[in-house]
C-alpha cells in the first residue's frame, strides 16, 4: 500500500496572519487569500491530473493544531486513508480525533514521537 503521496500542505502559526501574508507577497510573491495559498501542480505518473498544495498562516492562538504544542502541522496527500489509519492503529500510532470528510476529501490527524500532530488528507476523486 501506497502510504504518503506528496505533501498537502504546510500551517504555521503567526502573531498577525495578514501581516504575514503581506510579507510574503511583497518580498516572495506568494499570492494569497485569507486563508492562504494554493500551488497548483500536476501528478507525475498521471500527468492529466492535476493536484494542489497548500501554504496556510494560522492565528498564533488557533486550536487547531492540538493537542500539539508546535507551531507548525504538516499536511501529507494520502491514498486510502481508511486503510492507512488502519495500519498506523496497528502499529501503536496516537490517531487524534475523528476522521472528517468535506469538499476537499478525509482528513484525519496522528501524532508524531516528537509530539507533532500531523494531517493526512486524502483529495477527493478529480
Known sequence: MKKVTGLGGIFFKVADPAKTRDWYKNHLGI??????AQ???RLMDEPQKTAYSVWSPFSKDTDYFNPSAKSFMINYRVDNL???LALLKSEGIEIVGETVEDD?????WIM???????????PKAS
Open 39 to 41: 500551488f497548483n501542480w
Open 82 to 84: 481508511e486503510a492507512l
Open 31 to 36: 499570492e494569497s487569500e485569507s486563508w492562504g
Open 112 to 122: 508524531d514521537p516528537d509530539g507533532n500532530k500531523i494531517e493526512l488528507w486524502e
Open 104 to 108: 476537499f476529501g478525509k482528513f484525519a
